[in-house]
């Protein structure tokens, strides 16, 4: 992978932590942002050294959302003609499917945030599986308060982690969510007194699903998504068809020697992946 500018990416104990680190910038997401981004969330995808990403940031907000380049030079967005206006769908279909790459990422994604997380920022995090917030950190859906509409899956999964009016106010408003008022509403898991605490905490989650069968946690993954999109009894048929796909005597006879030992249990990683195009 090309260094990385937006990023600092570590792997250590199958953990892979990324920090978004332009703090001067306040973590604006700018094109080589997105582009980074992509190219990451692949090589984690595709590769296995990794049991469970934790995502983080620097300085005063995780994120304060879309940089304004991004509206500028960067991007055309043709308004004056059909065809200019069809080929915003499609430049906004590739956007949303790098953030999409968050959630359909074969490892569990849990985000570390503090200060604020503002436009695009909330798209990318509720995306992920677990959310833990410092005190401080607030959320916006900030893209009503300059004239437009969330595009980026926002509006499309906050409403299946929090009450729908809830969901609607934010939205219609631009008003910020508290810390305090996003556990309430389910948003977070957690609100710890600092950015430092919430990283602690994030790491601890994953220090714990790293040490479970991948394979199984892949599998409660799949199994959880496809849940939330149908009904009760098609996911029931869905997981007796995951189960016996990668049902394992051996996973279990080991989380059970290893619990009677009181020692570590060891378990094989998922398989790279490799593509046709490689």
């Known amino acids: 992978m090309n260094k990385l500018t937006c990023f600092e990416l570590t792997i250590q104990d199958h953990i892979a932590h990324l920090v978004l680190n332009r703090p001067d910038a306040l973590n604006t997401l700018d094109m080589v942002f997105w582009r980074e981004l992509d190219e990451v969330l692949q090589q984690l995808h ?14 005063k907000h995780f994120s304060a959302g879309m940089s304004l380049e991004v509206f500028g030079a960067s991007v055309s967005m043709d308004d004056q003609s059909a065809e200019g206006r069809a080929a915003i769908a499609d430049m906004l279909a590739g956007l949303q499917s790098t953030f999409t790459r968050i959630e359909n990422l074969r490892i569990p994604v849990i985000v570390a945030l503090q200060g604020g997380c503002i436009g695009g920022a909330v ?9 833990y917030a410092s005190s401080d950190a607030f959320f916006c859906i900030q893209e009503i308060n300059i004239g437009m509409v969330a595009d980026v899956g926002t509006l499309q999964r906050l409403p299946k982690l929090m009450p729908m009016a809830v969901v609607k106010e934010l939205a219609y408003t631009g008003r910020r969510l508290s810390a305090d008022k996003a556990l309430h509403y389910g948003l977070v898991n957690e609100v710890l007194p600092d950015a430092a605490s919430a990283l602690a905490t994030a790491m601890q989650a994953a220090k714990e699903i790293a040490s479970k069968p991948p394979v199984a946690i892949w599998g409660t993954k799949q199994a959880l998504h496809y849940a939330q999109d149908h009904s009760t009894e098609d996911a029931l048929k869905q997981m007796g068809w995951l189960q016996s796909g990668i049902w394992s005597n051996a996973h279990v006879k080991e989380a059970i020697t290893a619990f009677q030992a009181k020692r570590s249990a060891a378990f094989p990683d998922l398989a790279p992946l490799k593509s046709f195009h490689d």
Do not use: E, I
């Not at 798209?123 to 959310?131: F, G, I």
């Open 46 to 59: 595709q590769g296995n050294q990794a049991r469970v990403l934790v995502m983080s940031s620097t300085g």
């Open 123 to 131: 798209d990318m995090v509720t995306a992920a599986c677990l959310r």
